[in-house]
């Protein structure tokens, strides 16, 4: 048995369901499963740059 849907196993789909502003219900709902804070700390979370810069010399993530 074959299962249809989009995986967000690859980095490019992630970023688009987990990095996106108007996705953000989702985003808390990931997090409420991985990390344990209050509940009300959830409502301060706010995606400020989901692009993550390469530095190409090094192949480091810039901060």
Do not use: C, Q
Not at 16 to 37: C, S, V
Not at 40 to 55: G, K, M, Q, S, T
Request: charged share 30%; no cysteine.
């Amino acid at each position: 048995m074959s299962k249809t849907g989009i995986f967000a196993k690859s980095d490019p789909i992630f970023k688009m369901i987990f990095g996106d502003p108007e996705n953000k219900t989702a985003l808390i709902g990931l997090l409420r499963e991985i990390i344990d804070i209050p509940e009300e700390e959830y409502a301060h979370i706010e995606i400020i740059d989901p692009n993550l810069r390469v530095n190409k010399s090094y192949g480091k993530i810039d901060n």
